[in-house]
């Protein structure tokens, strides 16, 4: 089985811009989770969709948005890029849940913005 | 509310043990953890579910405590290959998983 695919895997974007990373699961997972990692905060969770909708979402601000496609592709989006917003983020698919089934990460997306 | 792990680094030589725990102050129903090496993705150990069983992979296992919230990763006999930063997530109500800060490790030959 193919593992889970990011796209792009580096941007460099200017503050005020806006951004969509793009995350395709491992085939047959419903469940895409989003996480956002800099250095020394760890993993902190953004949001998770399941069937086209989202089921639980982190403590970030408006700017941060996603959405999930029938084929559970997903996509997240940042406007109004801050210079705060450069890290590494990662997205991960699991069968059901991201609680109660193992999740499985992407490489990730690095993002810097300047 | 973020799980506490601890400690937040820790040195072994190989073959050495070592215990990461792992803290949540919220009543929890699974507990999954992870390990991520430089620059690489977190890829999954295991899950311990509540009422379930003490749950291993190779030389590492771990622990649920349901009353007390709290979940052990024991690293037996640790190798080389062993060396990362190990992350607790913790599953509580909402279906959602938070993570801990992570631990360190470092196994040195």
């Known amino acids: 089985k193919a593992g889970v695919t990011q796209t792009p895997r580096y941007l460099i974007k200017t503050r005020g811009q806006q951004v969509t990373l793009s995350c395709s699961p491992i085939s047959g997972h419903r469940s895409v989770s989003w996480y956002q990692q800099t250095p020394g905060q760890g993993l902190q969770f953004l949001f998770e969709y399941f069937s086209e909708t989202q089921r639980n979402k982190g403590n970030f601000p408006g700017r941060f948005s996603g959405r999930q496609f029938s084929n559970s592709r997903s996509e997240m989006n940042v406007s109004t890029l801050e210079l705060g917003d450069s890290a590494l983020y990662l997205c991960?698919?699991?069968?059901?849940?991201?609680?109660?089934?193992?999740?499985?990460f992407g490489p990730g997306t690095r993002l810097t913005v300047t | 509310q973020q799980p506490v792990q601890s400690p937040q680094a820790v040195i072994l030589r190989e073959g050495e043990d070592a215990v990461i725990n792992c803290s949540s102050s919220?009543?929890?129903?699974?507990v999954h953890w992870y390990r991520q090496k430089h620059g690489e993705a977190p890829v999954f150990l295991m899950i311990?579910?509540?009422?379930?069983e003490q749950k291993g992979h190779e030389k590492i296992s771990a622990s649920f405590n349901e009353k007390k919230q709290q979940s052990s990763l024991y690293l037996t006999a640790s190798q080389l290959s062993y060396s990362g930063t190990y992350f607790c997530?913790?599953?509580?109500?909402?279906?959602?998983?938070?993570f801990g800060g992570g631990t360190r490790v470092l196994v040195k030959p």
């Open positions: 991960a698919s699991s069968l059901e849940g991201q609680a109660t089934y193992e999740q499985y």
């Open positions: 919220k009543a929890l129903y699974s």
């Open positions: 997530g913790t599953g509580a109500a909402g279906n959602k998983l938070t």
């Open positions: 311990l579910l509540k009422g379930g």
